[in-house]
């Protein structure tokens, strides 16, 4: 699986857009890019997933360049709500009971503040 | 309706005490999980279950023990509780390939509310 390397924390001003990059340097051909959100005390939820180019859907967008050994996670416009912890995981989505689904690490805390 | 339900949220309880964790879908998904979240936040697979069959056990040691009665439920029961294994335990579900061929398939991943175990 393709580890993934993604800022511990960033800090963010109400309004503003967020971008938080990962590093995926090992990226296999069939893996694809999905981010997901925890807000404390609460399970992860998926954001958006993307395999090349640029991804877009009504809570962020994905920006994978041409060699998609990163990507970028973009949010427009932050609130204090938006204040969570982001992964970034890479890997075949789909394999059955495996695939991304094993690596999520530590993640991005995005802490929002007025 | 939940997606992912998860019994009890919280759970206290004396070292060398056995419990269980219960997880339930109704999602129609074949597949599900579980996974330990420790105080530094970092989420790590322990199990995952594909049509009640055991896919994944990421080293987990053996006073972990999964029971997936059918596709919808996949239990938790840990023997011999040590302070270690204090965390918070989410149960998921996911849509895999398995399931039939659907290019709008994210394989995305249902996550229960956690249950939080303290081992005193």
């Known amino acids: 699986l393709a580890k993934t390397t993604q800022p511990i924390s960033m800090d963010s001003y109400e309004g503003q857009e967020v971008n938080i990059t990962c590093s995926h340097n090992n990226i296999a051909t069939n893996d694809y890019i999905t981010w997901y959100q925890q807000f404390p005390s609460q399970g992860p939820r998926f954001i958006i997933q993307?395999?090349?180019t640029k991804v877009t859907n009504e809570v962020a967008s994905l920006f994978i360049p041409a060699d998609r050994k990163s990507s970028t996670l973009s949010l427009p416009r932050v609130s204090l709500s938006d204040t969570a912890v982001y992964y970034c995981?890479?890997?075949?989505?789909?394999?059955?009971?495996?695939?991304?689904?094993?690596?999520f690490g530590t993640g991005t805390q995005l802490k929002v503040e007025l | 309706d939940t997606a992912v339900s998860q019994t009890p949220k919280y759970l206290v309880t004396q070292m060398g005490n056995d419990k269980s964790i219960k997880c339930e879908q109704n999602l129609g998904h074949d597949t599900m999980y579980w996974y330990k979240q420790d105080s530094k936040k970092f989420l790590k697979i322990m199990f995952s279950y594909n049509n009640k069959e055991l896919i994944i056990n990421e080293t987990v040691p053996n006073r972990f023990s999964p029971k997936s009665p059918d596709k919808a439920h996949l239990n938790l029961h840990i023997n011999s509780l040590e302070l270690g294994d204090s965390a918070v335990y989410f149960c998921a579900s996911s849509r895999d390939r398995t399931s039939g061929a659907n290019i709008a398939n994210t394989g995305e991943l249902f996550f229960g509310e956690g249950s939080r175990l303290t081992v005193l």
């Open positions: 995981l890479v890997g075949d989505p789909l394999v059955t009971g495996g695939g991304n689904k094993l690596t």
């Open positions: 993307g395999y090349k």
